[in-house]
């Protein structure tokens, strides 16, 4: 027997890196006109660096002791921000005391019993909610100084007060803005970017990639918010993005796709595609598979 269109198509998205789950899901992604990306792990490559080490003064602490407690409680998440600190305390060779308590927030951060201290990391501005004190406020300079450079700034306490930030930069992939522009003509619609991040480092990568509707800070039930509203004007949506926060989004969207290197595992079982090669490039070839295999013309 010939093998059905689909099959073929699946077949050949394989060959190009991309495990498409099944002859639905590959029929769906020729459907798609409007794209969500992620930005850290998606359109970044998912293996950002500390570029500073900033303890607060008041804090007694020297960079290698911030930068050990906070490495001691990101050891057990999978978050791509948490190896960066750990590298980071590896590579200055840091002991790292083993962590209690663990607990992780998508979006947020996490928080950790270290040497009987509770340690949080996180996203400043979600666990800074009041600056009134010196130590909030210095903090929120400082984070913002970070952010003003393109980096992600992340806050670290110690028993509910600041104790210093870490400034973290990702690199953009070689093909996101490539990406971004072949995904805009086969869709004719202009792309959006959902990131968790601040606006600020968001803004400035989506400039880079040419992608000009940014929404900044969104916890993982704002990016589902924001493709239903997408998907409630009419729109088929395909959501890529790679980590525990987009799972409800990729589950929410017309098509989902994750990113398979870097992935987190709940954003792999949850996605009805992955791109088993690590290049966003792939994901424009399968779209233009996809209306191949249903007859339209790309
Ligand atoms: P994105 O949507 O760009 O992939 P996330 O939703 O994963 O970003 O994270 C959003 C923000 O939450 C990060 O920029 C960071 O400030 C904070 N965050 C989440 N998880 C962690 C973590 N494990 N360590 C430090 N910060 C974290
Ligand atoms: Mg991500």
């Known amino acids: 027997a010939t093998m059905p269109p689909l099959l073929s198509a699946i077949a050949n998205a394989g060959r190009h890196g991309v495990l498409v789950k099944s002859a639905v899901v590959m029929e769906r992604l020729g459907q798609v006109d409007t794209v969500a990306l992620d930005k850290t792990g998606t359109l970044t490559e998912g293996t950002p660096r500390v570029t500073d080490i900033r303890p607060l003064a008041g804090s007694h602490l020297t960079e290698e002791e911030l930068l050990a407690l906070a490495a001691a409680a990101e050891h057990p998440s999978e978050h791509p921000l948490a190896r960066a600190v750990v590298d980071a305390a590896r ?3 840091l002991a790292l005391t083993t962590a209690e308590d663990f607990t992780s927030t998508p979006g947020i951060g996490v928080t950790a019993t270290v040497d009987g201290r509770a340690v949080a990391v996180g996203a400043p ?13 210095w903090a929120t300079t400082v984070a ?11 806050l670290v306490e110690a028993d509910g007060v600041p104790v210093g930030v ?5 690199r953009l992939r070689p093909d996101a803005a490539a990406t971004v522009a072949a995904l805009t003509a086969l869709t004719g619609a202009a792309p959006v970017l959902v990131t968790g991040d601040n606006p600020c ?6 400039a880079e990639v040419g992608i000009a509707d940014v929404r900044a800070g969104l916890l993982p039930q704002d990016k589902v918010t924001a493709v239903k509203e997408q998907e409630q004007a009419g729109r088929k949506v395909l ?14 969207a017309h098509t989902g796709i994750a990113m398979g290197r870097a992935g987190s595992d709940l954003a792999l079982e949850t996605a009805d595609a992955v791109i088993v090669r690590d290049e966003l490039a792939t994901v ?9 295999a249903r007859g339209l013309v790309v």
């Open 91 to 93: 590579t200055r060779g």
């Open 125 to 137: 501005a979600r666990l800074l909610n009041d600056a009134d004190d010196a130590m909030s406020a």
């Open 144 to 154: 913002g100084d970070l952010e003003d450079d393109g980096g992600t700034a992340v």
């Open 166 to 170: 870490l400034g973290i930069a990702d």
């Open 201 to 206: 480092a968001a803004a400035r990568l989506a």
């Open 239 to 252: 959501v890529i993005g790679d980590g525990v926060n987009d799972a409800p989004a990729l589950a929410a």
């Open 284 to 292: 424009p070839a399968v779209v233009a598979l996809s209306r191949r």
